[in-house]
């Protein structure tokens, strides 16, 4: 595993320091619905990651956020985010970060989240813990959830379907201590593995959003799971992934009247 995970880290690094060099440059965007942006960034860091990788392991099956790569049936898929938080980077936010995981068999074995402008490099491998620049991470001690800070995200559909979160973010605001919205959700998941961060929650998620950063806060001792609070698979579009203290409290939160009704309509 330690192959993967060094393979991981060096590609993570190598698109990590594009992304900071281009930061504040002028960028080429498009757009791939009415406000979900791309950058020329995102695609050089995504072809930068896949090209490491596949070097190393031609063999493996590639799934990625900027492209389409064709299946080679593999028992072992890398699930990347080459650029997560591109609205922020966008805008010259500097709050992005890289996320790539490797699957095998169906489970996530191995992830990194780098965060350039921070110098922090999240890994985790499973059942040996995860660590931030070597130092072993834990989740909080924090609860019950009015002590607690929590974060989330919003769908790029929000303004058109009504899963767009907005009741349960007034929810939790009206019962954590804070909600804050970051805009990178894998950044989301190692605050939480960190434990700067107590709780997060969102929906409509793809893969290469979570599949690194939910190993991160499971590796850490937090809980993951979808927000029916059955076992999380990186293919659910709804997270819930917290320091395992208020796991019970904000699944209940999630599944009060007001958020339930968003779903039904
Ligand atoms: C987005 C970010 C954001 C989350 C969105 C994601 P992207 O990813 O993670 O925090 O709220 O749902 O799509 O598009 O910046 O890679
Ligand atoms: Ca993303
Ligand atoms: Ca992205």
Redesign the pocket.
Known sequence: MQQYLETAVRAARAAGAMQKERLWSEHDIEFKGEI???TEV?KACEDLIVRTIRAEFPDHDILA?ENDYAAVNSPCKWII?????????AHGFPW?CVSIALEIEGIVQTGVVYHPMMGEMFIAIKGQGAFVNGRQLHVSSKGPLKNCLLA?????DRSWDNENNFNNFMNFQMTARAVR????????LAYVAAGRLDGYW?C???P??VAAGQLLVSEAGGKVTNHDLEPFSVYDHRILATNGIIHQEMAGVLASKESRSALAD
């Open positions: 979900n942006l791309v995102d956020e985010d080459p650029l997560d938080g591109t609205t922020n980077y992005f989330t995200g919003f769908p790029y919205r970051f805009g990178a959700a894998a950044l989301d969102e409509k998620l793809k290469w959003d």
